[in-house]
């Protein structure tokens, strides 16, 4: 079959599916009195929480599907220690969401988990940097990428504050995944793994995000957060697409570093005395205490306070540029591709 | 409208100002990573790769550090114009 109508029916398959599982995970999550207040409406509505398990859940399946029709034994490779990690770090996350795991354990296991991509080496560890061209930095790549799974799924998991922030977020990362993948020179393999990837993760994200979108109707908990940022990891490493993914993900690195350098490294929420936004009648406002931690939402009130809604639009349009930054990295990538 | 994008445009410019800085570093340390030449001793090999990545690490430091910097003067610049915060 045409690789291209492999990802198109892939994208066309878990929009659908997720679009189906979304409602019945929410249903069920309600059931079992999974619920959390959506504190930035004013009457403070009870949201289904965790329901990202059913997304991230068909995303994986979706992996499973594209090992046996992947073209190569490599990129075969690739998308089943994606498919174990993915499954490993929804695990984590509903253990997180369910029974809360500490600051500091969080990215701890996280790259714990992620160890399968240092151990079974699949991945190409000459990353094409722009204006230089492919590198061999054996040792530091094999270091880095112990931890990029657990930089970029807690970056996408500190980005889920507001209604669709994440996932809608998530889709425009994804998308330019699949982009840069036509842009930048790719082996079959990696051009499977990035393309099938980043196809089939927005279809799931899309189906999700349609639930989660403001006001939302579903939150998608740690479970959808960290899967997603893990995915998104995952695809930077097997599709090598490292450095256009990190200048994607400018908007989430810029907000995780911020809190995390604000408070001092990863602390407890409850040890963080000062609030970053104050909530009053539905309007976000920036607090003024200079102990609070700078989060992206405080920047983007500071000068004026904004309802949810119009920080959401604010944060999308910030990705948009980062992701149009992120395509002219891959054509300069390009530029010195052999 | 015009206030909410000029508030856009403030994040926008860190953003543009760490993309650019990210591209010099990689071009900095691109640019140290170079074929290590097969006369060296074995020990001069550990030195010089040892060096590298030492810089390498002193340079991205110094990148987070000025990205911090930006969002710190962004914060407190944008909280003097907010009229709430007048007085």
Known sequence: ?338 | MMERIMNLSSINSILTSVWLMLLGLCGIIGAMIVEIEIQHSYVAIILEGIVKVVASFILIIIWLAIWIHLMKMTLAHELKLNPEFAD
Not at chain 1, 2 to 15: K, M, R
Not at chain 1, 64 to 84: D, E, Q
Request: glycine share 8%.
């Open chain 1, 1 to 338: 079959m045409n690789l291209e109508v492999i990802y198109l029916l892939g994208f066309v398959g878990t929009l659908l599916i997720s679009f189906l599982v979304t409602p019945l995970v929410a249903r069920f999550m309600k059931r079992i009195g999974k619920v959390g207040r959506d504190i930035h409406k004013v009457n403070m509505p009870e949201v289904p929480e965790s329901v990202g398990l059913g997304y991230i859940f068909v995303f994986v399946l979706s992996i499973g599907v594209g090992y046996f029709l992947a073209p190569t034994s490599l990129a075969k490779s690739r998308l089943a220690i994606m498919g174990l990690i993915l499954f490993l770090v929804i695990i984590v996350g509903l253990y997180d969401d369910f029974k809360t795991l500490s600051a500091i354990m969080k990215p701890g296991i996280l790259v714990i988990v992620s160890l399968p991509v240092v151990i079974f080496q699949v991945a190409d560890p000459k990353p094409i940097l722009p204006f230089i061209g492919p590198v061999r930095i054996t040792l530091v790549y094999w270091v880095v990428a112990t931890f990029v799974v657990a930089i970029t799924s807690n970056a996408s998991n500190m980005l889920d504050v507001l209604n669709g922030s994440m996932s809608g977020t998530s889709i425009m990362i994804a998308l330019t995944a699949f982009i840069a993948s036509y842009i930048v020179p790719l082996d079959t393999s990696s051009q499977f793994v990035a393309r099938y990837g980043s196809l089939t993760l927005t279809g799931a994200l899309i189906g999700f995000w349609w639930f989660n979108r403001y006001p939302a109707k579903v939150f998608a908990g740690d479970t959808g957060s960290l899967g997603t940022g893990a995915a998104l990891g995952l695809i930077a490493i097997y599709g090598k697409l490292e450095f256009v993914l990190i200048v994607a993900l400018l908007v989430h690195i810029m907000n995780s570093f911020s809190i995390i350098t604000s408070i001092g490294g990863l602390r407890e929420r409850r040890d963080i005395k000062s609030r970053p936004v104050i909530v009053k009648d539905g309007v976000i406002h920036a607090s003024t205490d200079p102990k609070a931690p700078i989060t992206l939402v405080r920047l983007l009130v500071a000068r004026k306070s904004k309802t949810e809604d119009q920080i959401v639009k604010d944060i999308y349009i910030l990705v948009f540029y980062t992701c149009l930054l992120a395509i002219i990295t891959a054509f300069l990538i390009r530029g010195v591709s052999p």
